[in-house]
DNA sequence: AATTGTTCTGACCGAACGGTCAGCATTGTT
DNA sequence: AACAATGCTGACCGTTCGGTCAGAACAATT
């Protein structure tokens, strides 16, 4: 009856599938596929549990359509990198979208995490396949960045695992890191805090000039 | 009957105990304490079901058992700091005491990981107090090594959470790393690559002194 | 007002959950 | 040989699990 046919069609639909969709993220990433259960999900979106099933089919159906929603949020990572690109502007440029990513999506993140550590049955392909080529062209450039002297001769794929565990760390182990400073939740100045942290020591560690405030170097010389 | 009174009368009752708990440790680290069954820790450890409740009473003291056994663990770690200290040899010692303890006991670090992702509701404490100190006090070290030119001036809890993360990665995350990298599992000389790569960077980015081989510099002078 | 198609959900299903218990098997003591 | 004490487990309990379904509720079209 409008302009535009499909979208005002199924307006409501979406809007309820994106409840359950936030509930279910929630609740998986904190209990994982099998400590996660559908009334604990529907409670969270405040809905019968028949409906979550009429709207997702099933327990499975719905915990894949969050892993396809979580992988695409990812794929717009460190796209435009080329041997010519400068290293310290791409390392730092890769941290702070990972801590943003992490800070933006925390149950996506958890979800993933805890789909790792029951081992990857529904990933285990994603990895092996589209992550392992995303990590490999990666490397490739890296390492034609240390041949040009850019920056030190590390292996470039440990780069990349330290640079996730890193950034992960503080969405994924928030629990953690909260109560050993002794805080509700981190805030923006302690975000930003860490990402300088980050982007100084990794980008110092590999030897790569860093184009942010030498604030932090114990001496303020060249 | 024999010179040792105590240990003998509970020899047999040891061993199943701690079958059960290694096979409990398995099932909980990759689904958790909702997501784990006591039905499938029996199936692990080869044992009816009633004989887990038998010597364990129960899901829930199992588990804190569980939890206990590793916090026991780490209590060995930097134990013996001062800020007389040399830095290098310290974070040197402890990113290595990190990684063996991963290799050692990675079901442990993974249960671990899965409750600080479910909210800590049993470690709450643990962290909130023990942790919390162990933090604090070498924090503080760490912050005199600064003050007294030894490293830049970094936040030490960020530093502290930067090993712990970087190191936790690979057991935790184990699932993840060789499917990218395309093995089955890592190796020893993967192992030793990684650690040599975590000191370089994290002593360097810190700049700290390193006494291990200087190989991974792009320049090898001086 | 009647018809049609979609949305929604209470009630129910068999299976699996954590936990209990009666009672058999095994061991150690006398 | 008799007797406790402990080890052990099949059978069972009430509850919750993922999933089904008949039919009520609702909206849109005629």
């Given at each position: 009856m409008s302009l535009e046919a499909a979208p005002s069609e199924s307006a409501h639909r979406e809007r309820i599938e994106q409840r359950i969709l936030n509930a279910?993220?929630?609740?998986?990433?904190?209990?994982?596929?099998?400590?996660?259960s559908l009334q604990s999900i529907a409670d969270q979106a405040v809905l019968p549990k028949a409906n979550i099933l009429y709207y997702m089919g099933s327990k499975q159906e719905l915990y894949i359509r969050l892993l396809n929603r979580m992988m695409r949020r990812w794929n717009a990572v460190l796209e435009d990198i080329t041997p010519a690109s400068d290293p310290g502007r791409v390392l730092s440029e890769f941290i702070r979208t990972k801590m943003?990513?992490?800070?933006?999506?925390?149950?996506?993140?958890?979800?993933?995490a805890a789909e790792?550590?029951?081992?990857?049955?529904?990933?285990?392909?994603?990895?092996?396949?589209?992550?392992?080529?995303?990590?490999?062209?990666?490397?490739?450039?890296?390492?034609?960045?240390?041949?040009?002297?850019?920056?030190?001769d590390v292996d470039p794929r440990w780069l990349?695992?330290?640079?996730?565990?890193?950034?992960?760390?503080?969405?994924?182990?928030?629990t953690q890191v909260t109560r050993v400073i002794g805080k509700d939740e981190l805030d923006d100045k302690d975000l930003a805090s860490i990402t300088q942290f980050l982007e100084h020591v990794i980008l110092k560690g590999?030897?790569?000039?860093?184009?942010?405030?030498?604030?932090?170097?114990?001496?303020?010389?060249?």
């Open positions: 279910a993220e929630q609740v998986f990433s904190q209990h994982g596929y099998r400590g996660a943003v990513l992490g800070q933006r999506y925390p149950e996506g993140s958890k979800l993933f790792i550590l029951a081992g990857a049955p529904f990933l285990n392909e994603y990895l092996a396949v589209e992550l392992r080529e995303w990590v490999d062209s990666r490397a490739a450039i890296i390492r034609q960045w240390s041949a040009q002297g850019k920056m030190d990349i695992f330290l640079i996730w565990s890193a950034t992960q760390h503080y969405t994924e182990y928030s590999c030897g790569v000039a860093s184009q942010s405030v030498p604030s932090l170097e114990k001496t303020a010389d060249l």
